[in-house]
């Protein structure tokens, strides 16, 4: 591996910037620390506690501060920061996509213990559970890596279909003929490409068990406002001057306009289409291009941060109420999230299921 003098004079340069940033805000507590310490402060470590105290006193707080600093290290280094990997081309993807520790592999077997409960739920209830797992912006914009590869992402991938086989789940394949590329440069979601093509194929096999839908949905076209994506907020970029930030992104809203058939004064029925996403169902349009494919209404029931399972779980645990009339289940989770620590719901089910 090559070492970049120039990345090594940048991050000198950074770090000597800093130092003297802190002296010149500092330097005077500093001094004061040291003329006070005595003997004893130096073995009971006292005297390291103040002066770390006296430094971070003298670090500037401010949001244009901390993003000029995110901006000048993503610039010259490269580096995005810990949570963040920094692709070509101001490409950015969420580092937990591109490592999997020992403990992580032990959850995500535990996670798959949960899928016979799940389907076995909503067969129960003559529910279609459709499964919508996303797969890693890692994995479907790789050659935007800078040469790591998303090794990590298709043994999650592999796990996954290994345990899901022989489990009768309907699953909606999302890899094959995907738009690149598909998702925000800045964010870990799809963009409005990905949304409408996952939809559509959701859509597809929806309407293959019930039907086609009789509303009429028509689709309206906003305004177009900058994206600030949820990678750049991560990495601290959003508050870096535009020279030192990646590129901005742009997107367009959608909204979907329902017009159901029958008069005014008739009993509306119970939904039929049930979406328990994650915040990849409630991001660029997705479910506004469901329904619209589904000549449907659908009942959003997605949860930001939902996880593997979460809005599926609430729905089962504190929601079976609206299950009554449904026909279709649609169960939509990022396939890194079957790293990710369990939750407690997840915890109950594989402890009902005797997994201790």
Known sequence: MTTNPAKILAALAIIYAGFVCVLWRGGSALDGVLQAARPGDFLSGRLAAKV?????????????????????????????????????????????????????????????????????????????????????????????LCGLAAA??????????????????????????????????????WDHAGARFAAELVASLVNDRLGPGTDRINLTVGATHERAGDLARLAGLTEAPAWLAPAKEYETEVRAMIQRTGGLLDEVAGPSVILAGSSFSLNSGFAEYLQAALSREVAQLSQAGGGFAGALLDILDHKPGILASAKVVIWEWPMRSLAAPLSDPERRVLWQEGDH
Request: charged share 25%; hydrophobic share 40%; glycine share 6%.
């Open 52 to 144: 770390d105290r006296a430094v971070s006193d003298a670090i500037p707080r401010s949001a244009s501060f901390d993003g000029l600093m995110a901006g000048m290290i993503y610039r010259l280094l490269g580096d995005a920061g810990a949570q963040v990997q920094a692709g070509c081309n101001d490409w950015l993807y969420s580092a937990e996509e591109l490592r999997l520790e020992r403990q992580q592999a032990e959850t995500i077997v535990a996670r798959l213990k949960m899928l016979p409960h799940l389907s076995q739920s909503f067969a129960e209830r003559g529910i279609l559970l459709i499964v919508v797992p996303i797969p890693d912006k890692a994995e479907q914009v790789e050659e935007q």
């Open 152 to 189: 990590q992402s298709r043994r999650r991938a592999r796990l996954w279909a290994a345990a899901s086989a022989s489990i009768p789940i309907h699953q909606v394949d999302l890899r094959h003929g995907w738009p690149r590329p598909g998702y925000w440069r800045t964010d870990t979601h």
